[in-house]
Nanobody
Framework: QVQLVESGGGLVQAGGSLRLSCAAS????????MGWFRQAPGKEREFVAG????????YYADSVKGRFTVSRDNAKNTVYLQMNSLKPEDTAGYYC???????????????????WGQGTQVTVSS
């Protein structure tokens, strides 16, 4: 089993930036892909970004493409989400998730992940 702890959320003005981190423990970090999801109040949890075990493959939701960057440091057992040009509609709880394998057939599917963090809140003011 994998334990995940997110950090780096906060309150930021529109146009600003934040970097989220997700520290993993348990299974060997370099053996599984990782994903970021978000959930706003009253809405379904949605895919934001995903990254393969090596970092060579990255995937994004259309809504964040060009603004967010996912990366990982396997030596530090950590995955990051750099968020730039933030908009009020990015306001949500952000969750990292550990994939079922090193590469996923569908990074956007919640069912491709078997461990989740507790989330970190991101609030973007207009």
């Amino acid at each position: 089993q994998v334990q995940l702890v997110e950090s780096g959320g906060g309150l930021v003005q529109a146009g600003g930036s934040l970097r989220l981190s997700c520290a993993a423990s348990g299974r060997t970090f370099s053996t599984y892909a990782m994903g970021w999801f978000r959930q706003a109040p009253g809405k379904e949890r949605e895919f934001v970004a995903g990254i393969s075990w090596s970092g060579s493959g990255t995937y994004y939701a259309d809504s964040v493409k060009g603004r967010f960057t996912v990366s990982r440091d396997n030596a530090k057992n950590t995955v990051y989400l750099q968020m730039n040009s933030l908009k009020p509609e990015d306001t949500a709880g952000y969750y990292c998730a550990a994939g079922v394998g090193p590469v996923l057939s569908n990074y956007a599917s919640r069912y491709a992940y078997n461990s989740w963090g507790q989330g970190t809140q991101v609030t973007v003011s207009s």
